[in-house]
C-alpha cells in the first residue's frame, strides 16, 4: 500500500484511519487513493476486535476537497461504460464502509467536498469543527453533474426532504447549519473532535444505537404519496424556473432523488447511476466542468510569465474618485481589512460615497452575508479627505475619477509631488489608452489600468491593464491585490476597449443595426435570452444607459474603423436626452405603472428617421447569428493580437463581465462546439456586410484544419 492512510488504535480497540496525501495541499480523491482506500476497508471489515472507527484527514482545516481535478476533467469525455464503471466502485467502496462490523464515525476539519462529502456519508455518523473553515457541500450540480456516489440516495435518508435544496442548489454548508439539518451529529471545538468521536463510539456501542440508524438508512425514506408529489412538484417549479432549461443538472439530480428516495438504498443507487449516466457527457457539463478549470487556473496564475517576480506588498490603498465606482472600489478594499482612504473634490461627495460603501455592507447584511459588526470592521479601514495629503503613505492609489483624459491627466501630475516612492498609480478608465496617459504618470512602469465593472460589489472580475511600458512587478502586485479583495483578475494589453468591451461592442452594435434594418427590438431582445444572455442588448443599451454606450462606442469605431460603425440612431436619442433606464426613456420607456421597461410610441419616429429597412426577412437563428458571429469574430483577433494569453481569458472574461452563458462555456469554447466549419459557412451568408462577418484568419485555418481552441483531453477513467 502506499502512504496516503495511517491508521493508529485508540485504546486498543477503535481504529483511527488519518488521509494525509503526501506533499498536496488538500486530500482529493484519485482513482490511485480511492483503491488504497478500498484495500484498508477491506482489512478492517475482518477485525472482529474493534470497537469502532474514526476517520479524519491529516491537514489541518482540510478534510477532502472532492475528486481529483485530473480526473474530473477526463469524465467529461470519458464513455458512458467508462463512466458507469466509476460510478459502480464508488458505491461498492462507500456501501463497503456502510456495512463494517462496528460503529463508525467521520471527523470532517475544514473543506468536506462532492466525494469526500459522499464518503462522510457512508460512515454511521459525522462530526465537524466549529471554524469558518469547515463547509459541507455537495457542489456537482454547479459543473454539471449531480453527485453520484451515493450522495443523491443518502442524505435525503438522512435529512429528509432538506437534501433537495442541498444537493440541487450546490451551496456550502456551515458546520452549524450541517448540526441544524442533521448532516453532522455536532460541531465542536478541532482540538475536541477525536475525543468527541470516540465518545460517540462508545454511546453506540453502549445504545446500540448505530444499528437501528444503519438498518433506516437501506431503508426506503417513506414518503407518502401527497408528501411526494407535492415536494417534487414544488422542487421542479422552482428549478425550472431557475435554471430556463439551461442547466440541466440541477433537475437530474432532483430525478435521482425522487426516482431513488421511496425505494431500498440499493435499487435507490442503481437509480442514481441511471440518472447520472443521462447526464455525464454531456455537452453542457464538458462547458461547465471547463469554466471551473478556467476558473481554477485564474485563482492560481499570477498574471505575468516570469517565475521571478513577486507580488509587492500593499499594506494601504487609495482611491481617486469616490462616485459610483470610487465608493464601490474602496468598499470592496476596506471590507478585506486593507486600510483605504477615499478622495473626492468636496465633503458632500465623500460623504455620499461613505453612504455607498455603508450600503454595500448592509445589502449583505439583510440577506444574512455579512455580520453588523462588519460594517463597524469596514468603516474602520475607511478615512476620507479632500486632498491628496492623505495618499503619501499609499503603496496603490486607484484613480476613478470622471472618464475625461485631461482631467486624468492632471490629477497623475499632481499625485507625483505627493505620491512615495515605489506607489504604484492604477486607472480605472474604461475607454483612455493606458500607454498614452502613463506618459503623465509619475513612473510609468508602476502605471496600470485596474478596469472595476459595475455594480463593483457584485461583479468578480477585474481587468488589470497592462501599458506598454507597465512592470511585470507591477502586473503581479496588482493581480495579487484584485485576488486579495475576492475578485478575479485578467489580465489583458492595452488595446481600445481592452478585452470585455471591445468583445461586448460588436454585439451591441449589430443590435442597433439590426432595429435600423427593420427588426422588432422583442426579437432582437429574445434572440440573445434564448440564447442565454441574462438580457438582451437593447434592454442592456437602456441599463447602461445611451450616452456611456455613444461615448464607449465613439472610442471603439476610431479604433477599428474597418469593422466597426457607430449607428446615427445612438446619437439622435443621446441628443433628445433619451439615455436609458436613468431618464426614464431610451431604447423603451421606463418607470412607468409596471417595473419593467414598455414600448414607447415616441421612439418610433425617431428610428424611422434611420430605417434602412422595412421590414426584415431574417429569422431567429439568424438573428442570433447576426449578434453573436461579429463578437466571435473579435475574439479571435483578440487572441491573434495576443491580448490575452489564453482562449480561456477571453470566454472567462465575457462569462465573469457580461454574464456570457456559462453553460456554453465561453464564446471560443461555443464555436468549438459549433464548428469553425460550420460557423464559416454561416458567415458567408452576411459576406455582403463586409468586414463584419468576414472570417478572420484563425477561424479559417480552424475550418481548414479541425483545430479547436481547446484541446479534447483523452479521457483516462478506468
Ligand atoms: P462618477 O461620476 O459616479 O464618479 C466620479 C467621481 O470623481 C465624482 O464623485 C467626482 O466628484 C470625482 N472627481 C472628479 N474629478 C475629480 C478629481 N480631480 N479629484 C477627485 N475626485 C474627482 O463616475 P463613475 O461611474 O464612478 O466612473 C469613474 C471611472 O470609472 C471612470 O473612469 C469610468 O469610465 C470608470 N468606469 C465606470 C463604470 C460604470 O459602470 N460607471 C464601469 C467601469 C469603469
Redesign the pocket.
Known sequence: MSDAFQLEELDGSIALLTLNLPEKKVNTLSQAVLAELAKWIGQLAKRTDLRGLLFRSGKPGQFIAGADLKELATLAYASQEQVGQAIDFGHKLYSGIARLPFPTVALIDGNCMGGGTELALAFDERIATATPETKIQLPEVNIGLLPAWGGTQRLPRLIGLNAIEVICGGQPLSAKKAAELGVIFDAVPADRLVDEGRRLIDYFQESGEWKRRREQARQPLGLSPDQFTFAFATAEGLLQSKTKGQYPAPLAALKAIKEGCNLPLEQGLEAEKRVALELFGSPIAANLIGIFFMKNRLAHDPGVDRTDVKPGQVDRVGV?????????IAAAHARSGIPTAM????DA??A??IKQAEEVVLSRIKIGRAAPMDLADMLAELSTS?G?GILADRDVVI??????EE??V??YK?LAGVLKEGTILA??????SITRMAAAAPDPSRFVGM??????DRMELVEVIRGEATSDETVATIVALAKRIRKTPIVVRDCAGFLVNRVLFPYMNEALLLLQEGVPMDAIDKAATTFGMPVGPIALHDM??LD?SFFAGKVLAAAYPDRATMPALLKDLVKAGRLGKKTGAGFRAHGGKSSKPAADPAFAPILEAHRTGSESTLNAAEITDRLFLPMLLEATRVLEEGIVREPADVDMGLILGIGFPPFRGGILRWCDAEGAGKIVDRLERFATLGKRYEPTETLTRHAQTGATFYPVPKATLA
Open positions: 481617486v474618485g469616490s462616485g459610483l465606482m470610487g465608493a464601490g478622495v473626492d473634490v468636496d461627495r465623500l455620499a460615497g479632500t491628496h484613480e476613478a475619477i470622471t472618464e475625461n482631467a486624468k492632471a490629477t499632481q486607472s480605472n478608465t474604461s475607454t483612455i478596469h472595476f465593472f459595475s455594480p463593483v447602461v444607459g456611456t
